[in-house]
Structures are given as structure tokens and as C-alpha cells.
């Protein structure tokens, strides 16, 4: 992976550029007016910084990846507004609650619980994924919302940027009330674009019976596990799968 800018550049890029590369522990390389395409003959990953804040570009993908709040937004604004929200529902979470997502990827659905928690919960995101943990770190703390509450919501997030199961694994028991797992589907779902592109830089481990294991030491109340309909980790892992007649996904739960 390299860090570089934006084609049209200026110092001020330049200067946040280098930063994200040393942030990133990766080299910096000055564009000098190379296509992309150029550079991925030499970098699989690229991390662009320019007007359009960081971007993430794969050697195998035509999109970057960059941070936007995309569905969340919508539901964050249902919630406002009273109605209900279907992680919300399953997970019970409440005023004051903790909230673990342990594949934090955009961020979306850490940034709905936080809006719920509030002020006196918590929540955590843990994401393997070096860039991907940075790029959503960053855009947590500085997408602009027309609404405080939304902006509070997204900058309590607190980013990891380590594989869950050695997170959980240090860990006190009965430290978090929710624990919530959203892995790479087994079975391919249209996505939008941004899920597409930021696809390119998700792990794609897996979610085994020793990390359940740890999540059900560490968890207070329940265990969260989001699927693709005809996943067999539900059963496989021991989850009680919720039925969504109309969704591609379901969710399933482990109540403590």
C-alpha cells in the first residue's frame, strides 16, 4: 500500500497526505501527474488524499472507498422521528448501553446504536482492516451532519483497529451488554457501489466457534449475529435465527 495525492494537488494535500502515510506506517509517493492505473502496476492498494478527503482504491476495483454515512443516515432520521429500526429491535439496546461491533467496516450500523446509547453507553467499533479502520476512523470524526445529535453519535465511535478475536480475548468477562458480528455474507447480495468498494479491502475471516466462545464470556446480555437468509452459521454457531420474510438478510441472537 501506498499513499499518494489527488491528480490536482496542492501543499496543503501533499502535507495530509504524508501524515495518513505516516499514520498508516506506509511510504508516501508524489503522484507526478501518473494515472492510477500506472501506479497499481507496482501497489495493489492506494490511499488517495485530496478535495474529496481519503480515498481508498484496490488494484481489482473500479470504485474507491471512502467514508459516507449512505443508509445510515436514513435510519438514524426514522429513529428521530419514532420509528422503529430492526438492529435496534433485535438487540434490545437502550439509554446507557455498550455496544461492541466487531466488524466495524463503514461504520453504519455502530452509528445507529450509538445514536440509541447515548451520552452515558459506549461503543466500540473493531476493524481488522488497516485502511478500512483509518478511513472510517477519520470520517467519524469529521463528516458534517445537519443534525448535532448525528455528529455526537459518530464522533463517540471508538475505532480498533485489530481482529476481534484477539480483541475479545483481552477482554473482562460480562464487560459489554450487546456484542454485535455483521460478516462477509456466505452467499453474494446486490450491494450498493460504496459496499462494493469497500468489499475490496474487508477480511474475509471467518467467525468461529472459539470467537463465539469469547464473545459469550465477555457479553452481558446478548450476542448479535447479521446473515445472509440461508446462512448456516445461525445454527452452526448456535444462533436463534430471526425470520424477515421480506429481507435477504436475518438476524440472529444468543441471549445471555
Same mark, same amino acid.
Given at each position: 500500500?501506498?499513499?499518494?495525492?489527488? #491528480?490536482?494537488?496542492?501543499?496543503?494535500?501533499?502535507?495530509? @497526505?504524508?501524515?495518513?502515510?505516516?499514520?498508516?506506517?506506509?511510504?508516501?509517493?508524489?503522484?507526478? +501527474?501518473?494515472?492510477?492505473?500506472?501506479? =497499481?502496476?507496482?501497489?495493489?492498494?492506494? $490511499?488517495?488524499?485530496?478535495?474529496?478527503?481519503?480515498?481508498?482504491?484496490?488494484?481489482?476495483?473500479?470504485?474507491?472507498?471512502?467514508?459516507?454515512?449512505? $443508509?445510515?443516515? !436514513?435510519?438514524?432520521? %426514522?429513529?428521530? +422521528?419514532?420509528?422503529?429500526?430492526?438492529?435496534i429491535d433485535v438487540s434490545g439496546l437502550g439509554e446507557g448501553d455498550?455496544?461492541?461491533?466487531?466488524?466495524?467496516?463503514?461504520? /453504519?450500523?455502530?452509528?445507529?446504536?450509538?445514536? &440509541?446509547? #447515548?451520552?452515558?453507553? /459506549?461503543?466500540?467499533?473493531?476493524?481488522?482492516?488497516?485502511?478500512? @479502520?483509518y478511513v472510517t476512523k477519520e470520517g467519524l470524526q469529521s463528516w458534517? /451532519?445537519?443534525?448535532?445529535?448525528?455528529?455526537?453519535?459518530?464522533? *463517540?465511535?471508538?475505532?480498533?483497529?485489530?481482529? =476481534?478475536?484477539?480483541?475479545?480475548?483481552?477482554?473482562?468477562?460480562?464487560?459489554?451488554? &450487546?456484542?454485535?458480528?455483521?460478516?462477509?455474507?456466505?452467499?453474494? !447480495?446486490?450491494?450498493?457501489?460504496?459496499?462494493?468498494?469497500?468489499?475490496?479491502?474487508?477480511?474475509?475471516?471467518?467467525?468461529?466457534?472459539?470467537?463465539?466462545?469469547?464473545? *459469550?464470556?465477555?457479553?452481558? +446480555? *446478548?450476542?448479535?449475529?447479521?446473515? =445472509?437468509? *440461508?446462512?448456516?452459521?445461525?445454527?452452526?454457531?448456535?444462533? =436463534?435465527?430471526?425470520? %424477515? +420474510?421480506?429481507?435477504?438478510?436475518?438476524? #440472529?441472537? !444468543?441471549?445471555?
Amino acid at each position: 500500500m501506498i499513499v499518494t495525492t489527488a #491528480g490536482r494537488t496542492n501543499e496543503d494535500y501533499i502535507n495530509k @497526505a504524508k501524515i495518513v502515510a505516516n499514520d498508516l506506517g506506509v511510504r508516501y509517493v508524489p503522484r507526478k +501527474k501518473r494515472s492510477l492505473s500506472a501506479l =497499481h502496476t507496482t501497489h495493489q492498494n492506494i $490511499v488517495v488524499v485530496g478535495k474529496d478527503g481519503i480515498q481508498l482504491y484496490h488494484k481489482d476495483s473500479n470504485e474507491p472507498y471512502f467514508f459516507h454515512p449512505n $443508509v445510515a443516515m !436514513i435510519r438514524v432520521k %426514522r429513529l428521530l +422521528k419514532g420509528e422503529q429500526d430492526p438492529l435496534i429491535d433485535v438487540s434490545g439496546l437502550g439509554e446507557g448501553d455498550s455496544f461492541l461491533d466487531c466488524t466495524l467496516g463503514n461504520g /453504519s450500523d455502530s452509528l445507529v446504536a450509538s445514536l &440509541v446509547v #447515548g451520552h452515558c453507553g /459506549s461503543v466500540v467499533g473493531v476493524e481488522s482492516s488497516n485502511a478500512l @479502520a483509518y478511513v472510517t476512523k477519520e470520517g467519524l470524526q469529521s463528516w458534517g /451532519s445537519d443534525l448535532e445529535l448525528v455528529n455526537e453519535a459518530m464522533r *463517540r465511535i471508538v475505532v480498533v483497529n485489530e481482529d =476481534h478475536f484477539s480483541y475479545l480475548q483481552k477482554q473482562p468477562s460480562n464487560s459489554v451488554d &450487546v456484542i454485535y458480528f455483521d460478516p462477509m455474507f456466505e452467499e453474494t !447480495i446486490e450491494e450498493s457501489n460504496g459496499l462494493r468498494a469497500m468489499s475490496a479491502f474487508t477480511s474475509y475471516t471467518t467467525i468461529t466457534t472459539e470467537t463465539i466462545a469469547e464473545a *459469550r464470556r465477555v457479553a452481558r +446480555k *446478548r450476542i448479535i449475529l447479521k446473515d =445472509h437468509f *440461508r446462512s448456516t452459521r445461525f445454527s452452526n454457531l448456535g444462533f =436463534h435465527q430471526h425470520i %424477515r +420474510k421480506t429481507s435477504k438478510f436475518h438476524y #440472529g441472537t !444468543i441471549e445471555l
